[in-house]
């Protein structure tokens, strides 16, 4: 099954400063997903990346996929307290079958300093 | 509501007792995923409903857990004999196809005392 290593587990950053997350895959990426997650609460979508080479953002969020190292980043300018949690990347890993499996990171748990 | 519908949001129950955990995807949406969140641990896979297909139940951690969709739309999650390690939150997410976005309710928080 393919797994997902993500990178740093956590992280606590002041407020204003720049951050990367890093999300690596141990098979073929055909489709990866950024989450976040508030404790307790369920995970918000944030965005998808399907090609090669393919960035996007949302407001100061900003994503990457580069398929070749199988990787994904996800980056943020200027962070700021709203931005804490814990972001998860998920990857679809289509299996022989029609079952589709999608598996997750363990999560980098992100801390916002005021 | 619009969104996914989970419940109970929270559970506790004594060891060795059934429980039942229900979610109400999305209206029109055919996937349908359970995933189980340990404290401090990432999302683990459990079971996949894609219409009318059989259920990809690989994630399943033993027989005594089970799940069902009626109807391809309201699913349930069974644990039997529960044990202190299936203490988690267990969430149900849906998507609208094959590919794209899963769209996850609250969660239920079960604790085995």
């Known amino acids: ?114 | 509501g619009a969104g996914v519908s989970q419940s109970p949001s929270n559970k506790v129950t004594e060891k060795g007792k059934d429980v039942e955990l229900r979610c109400d995807p999305i209206s029109g949406h055919t996937a349908l995923y359970w995933y189980r969140q340990s404290l401090g641990q990432g999302l683990e896979f459990l079971i996949y409903f894609q219409g009318n297909s059989a259920p990809d139940k690989s994630g399943l951690p033993s027989d005594r857990f089970s799940a069902e969709r009626t109807g391809g739309s309201v699913s349930t999650l069974t644990i039997q004999r529960t044990q202190q390690e299936d203490s988690a939150v267990y969430l149900c997410a849906s998507s609208a196809g094959f590919i794209g976005e899963l769209f996850f309710g609250e969660g239920s928080r079960l604790t085995v005392l």
């Open chain 1, 1 to 114: 099954s393919q797994e997902l290593e993500q990178s740093p587990q956590s992280l606590i950053v002041q407020e204003g400063k720049n951050l990367t997350i890093n999300c690596t895959s141990s098979k073929t990426l055909y489709g990866l997903y950024w989450y976040k997650q508030k404790y307790g609460e369920g995970l918000i979508f944030l965005m998808m990346l399907q090609k090669g080479g393919e960035e996007k953002s949302h407001e100061k969020i900003t994503a990457k996929l580069d398929e070749k190292k199988q990787q994904s980043s996800l980056h943020i300018t200027a962070s700021q307290p709203s931005h804490a949690g814990i972001y998860l990347c998920g990857a679809d890993a289509f299996s022989s079958g029609s079952a589709r499996q999608l598996t997750f990171g363990s999560g980098t748990q992100l801390t916002v300093l005021p």
